[in-house]
């Protein structure tokens, strides 16, 4: 399966005539598109203009679509084919802007010289009124060194730019945080943490993005221990805290007792090993794990969980699966067991399409745009804060993980990521967090070494 994913914007005149719309949307979803949104832009007593967004994998399959549509009788005729996503990109995402009117001479004085003079001078005198007079106690920094970049892989930060302007729009939208992108000219840990500590005075925390294992771990161990303001990568406990939501709602609809389940992952790096690390934590008996990098599995091993060398023993045995290789149709849909739970998880392409796995027999199944970590990092920022806390524990990644679970209707596996309310949520149960007696986890030392007959999820 091709990696691309493309996205185009068909501007299509479809005759005004009841089961138009159908025949053209039959038409392209057999020339294999998947239909987003569908804006209807006139409507005419012979023809209606329809701007259709659709999903294909790859160039020839959008000149296989177009030419279906062109060939289709009637009347339809497509007017426009427009890359929306790279155009709306223009400019870039994200800007910074005043919040103060400066329209006088008084203004320019009570913003800049010499009235802002006052106001370092208070700060000097008691630093934490830095919290009261600027922004920097609601500004997160962003940070990647592009080296894993969604699944696209180590394509570098400014090439990531776009992923990191997307999460500070997330920040300010669902959670009213300031998201700074820093872009790292650096893979080497020992300048990364170095600079990370320089520009650090300027945030009140440190969200690192898509920084490729296995640096990211030494990367955050670091930085949570020398930074007293909290540090999350997001890659790691973010998608972990989703990860666990997600599962914890399959289990709960399909009557099933998470702890007692088999959790099988795919892909052991920054995402997997601490999905595996979340999952051991919260009382999951049954981990295993498989990675092509044995040191990646002897990580994994070192954390109490099983390591095995195949992903169909894997899928053999498990009846909750979590992928995230960053390798597109990785699984196979022979591999799929009746019954599973199926997360595959990766971006932008997920190990195997959900309605794939659904119709081989898993039970539930997702991919990583809606299973995705922004259900977790807005509110899980807006949450230390609120409270001021200066660390991001393990007891508040699970408080986030249960009240996202606790907003998903029953039946789904999440909520919708763009319900505030999810946010708001997941923000107060981080900020509720009793921070003092929250204590190191240790994590269970756990090894299956036999195959147990699979229980179904069904
Ligand atoms: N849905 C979500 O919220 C999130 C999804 N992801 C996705 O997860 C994927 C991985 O991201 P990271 O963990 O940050 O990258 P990473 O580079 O740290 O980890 C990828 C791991 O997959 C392993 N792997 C690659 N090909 C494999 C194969 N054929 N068989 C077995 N193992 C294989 C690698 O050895 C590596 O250990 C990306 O596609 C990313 O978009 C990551 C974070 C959040
Ligand atoms: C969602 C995300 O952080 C990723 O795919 O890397
Ligand atoms: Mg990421």
Same mark, same amino acid.
């Given at each position: 399966?091709?990696?691309?994913?493309?996205?185009?914007?068909?501007?299509?005149?479809?005759?005004?005539?009841?089961?138009?719309?159908?025949?053209?949307?039959?038409?392209?979803? *057999?020339?294999? =598109? +998947? /239909? !987003?949104? $569908?804006?209807?832009?006139? #409507?005419?007593?012979?023809?209606?203009?329809?701007?259709?967004?659709?999903?294909?994998?790859?160039?020839?399959?959008?000149?296989?679509?177009?030419?279906?549509?062109?060939?289709?009788?009637?009347?339809?005729?497509?007017?426009?084919?427009?890359?929306?996503?790279?155009?709306?990109?223009?400019?870039?995402?994200?800007?910074?802007?005043?919040?103060?009117?400066?329209?006088?001479?008084?203004?320019?004085?009570?913003?800049?010289?010499?009235?802002?003079?006052?106001?370092?001078?208070?700060?000097?005198?008691?630093?934490?009124?830095?919290?009261?007079?600027?922004?920097?106690?609601?500004?997160?920094?962003?940070?990647?060194?592009?080296?894993?970049? *969604?699944?696209? =892989? +180590? /394509? !570098?930060? $400014?090439?990531?730019?776009? #992923?990191?302007?997307?999460?500070?729009?997330?920040?300010?939208?669902?959670?009213?945080?300031?998201?700074?992108?820093?872009?790292?000219?650096?893979?080497?840990?020992?300048?990364?943490?170095?600079?990370?500590?320089?520009?650090?005075?300027?945030?009140?925390?440190?969200?690192?993005?898509?920084?490729?294992?296995?640096?990211?771990?030494?990367?955050?161990?670091?930085?949570?221990?020398?930074?007293?303001?909290?540090?999350?990568?997001?890659?790691?406990?973010?998608?972990?805290?989703?990860?666990?939501?997600?599962?914890?709602?399959?289990?709960?609809?399909?009557?099933?007792?998470?702890?007692?389940?088999?959790?099988?992952?795919?892909?052991?790096?920054?995402?997997?090993?601490? /999905?595996?690390?979340?999952?051991?934590?919260?009382?999951?008996?049954?981990?295993?794990?498989?990675?092509?990098?044995?040191?990646?599995?002897?990580?994994?091993?070192?954390?109490?969980?099983?390591?095995?060398?195949?992903?169909?023993?894997?899928?053999?045995?498990?009846?909750?699966?979590?992928?995230?290789?960053?390798?597109?149709?990785?699984?196979?849909?022979?591999?799929?067991?009746?019954?599973?739970?199926?997360?595959?998880?990766?971006?932008?392409?997920?190990?195997?399409?959900?309605?794939?796995?659904?119709?081989?027999?898993?039970?539930?199944?997702?991919?990583?745009?809606?299973?995705?970590?922004?259900?977790?990092?807005?509110?899980?920022?807006?949450?230390?804060?609120?409270?001021?806390?200066?660390?991001?524990?393990?007891?508040?990644?699970?408080?986030?993980?249960?009240?996202?679970?606790?907003?998903?209707?029953?039946?789904?596996?999440?909520?919708?990521?763009?319900?505030?309310?999810?946010?708001?949520?997941?923000?107060?149960?981080?900020?509720?967090?009793?921070?003092?007696?929250?204590?190191?986890?240790?994590?269970?030392?756990?090894?299956?070494?036999?195959?147990?007959?699979?229980?179904?999820?069904?």
């Amino acid at each position: 399966m091709a990696n691309k994913h493309i996205i185009r914007t068909l501007m299509v005149e479809i005759p005004s005539v009841p089961g138009s719309l159908g025949k053209l949307t039959t038409v392209i979803g *057999l020339a294999g =598109g +998947d /239909i !987003g949104e $569908v804006e209807t832009i006139q #409507v005419g007593p012979n023809y209606t203009t329809r701007n259709i967004t659709v999903q294909v994998e790859h160039e020839k399959q959008l000149s296989e679509l177009l030419e279906a549509v062109h060939q289709l009788e009637g009347g339809f005729r497509i007017h426009t084919v427009s890359d929306e996503v790279l155009r709306s990109h223009e400019g870039g995402k994200i800007q910074m802007k005043s919040k103060m009117p400066i329209e006088s001479l008084a203004d320019l004085r009570r913003v800049y010289t010499p009235g802002v003079a006052d106001v370092c001078r208070v700060i000097e005198e008691e630093p934490e009124k830095a919290g009261i007079y600027t922004s920097i106690g609601n500004t997160v920094a962003i940070v990647t060194d592009g080296t894993a970049i *969604l699944g696209l =892989g +180590d /394509i !570098g930060p $400014v090439a990531g730019m776009p #992923v990191m302007e997307g999460k500070s729009a997330l920040f300010d939208q669902l959670a009213g945080i300031n998201g700074v992108p820093i872009l790292l000219n650096t893979k080497d840990p020992d300048q990364i943490v170095q600079t990370v500590k320089s520009i650090s005075l300027g945030f009140s925390g440190i969200l690192l993005e898509d920084i490729a294992s296995p640096h990211c771990f030494e990367v955050e161990e670091r930085l949570k221990r020398e930074l007293d303001i909290p540090v999350m990568h997001d890659d790691q406990h973010g998608t972990a805290v989703v990860t666990l939501s997600a599962v914890i709602s399959a289990c709960k609809s399909a009557g099933v007792d998470l702890r007692k389940a088999r959790v099988g992952q795919i892909g052991l790096g920054a995402a997997g090993l601490a /999905i595996c690390r979340m999952m051991m934590a919260y009382g999951v008996k049954n981990v295993i794990g498989t990675d092509k990098s044995q040191i990646a599995m002897t990580r994994l091993e070192n954390y109490g969980g099983c390591s095995v060398d195949s992903i169909e023993k894997l899928m053999e045995c498990s009846d909750i699966v979590i992928a995230t290789t960053g390798i597109p149709g990785l699984i196979k849909k022979e591999w799929v067991r009746q019954g599973q739970v199926i997360l595959a998880l990766s971006n932008p392409k997920p190990e195997i399409e959900p309605e794939e796995a659904l119709q081989a027999g898993a039970v539930y199944a997702a991919d990583g745009r809606s299973v995705n970590n922004v259900l977790g990092f807005p509110g899980i920022f807006r949450g230390v804060l609120n409270a001021g806390f200066n660390e991001i524990t393990h007891s508040m990644l699970v408080a986030a993980a249960e009240a996202i679970a606790a907003c998903t209707k029953p039946g789904d596996l999440v909520p919708h990521p763009l319900d505030s309310n999810v946010h708001k949520m997941v923000a107060k149960a981080v900020e509720n967090v009793d921070s003092l007696s929250d204590k190191e986890v240790k994590h269970p030392k756990i090894c299956i070494q036999r195959k147990v007959p699979l229980k179904s999820f069904a």
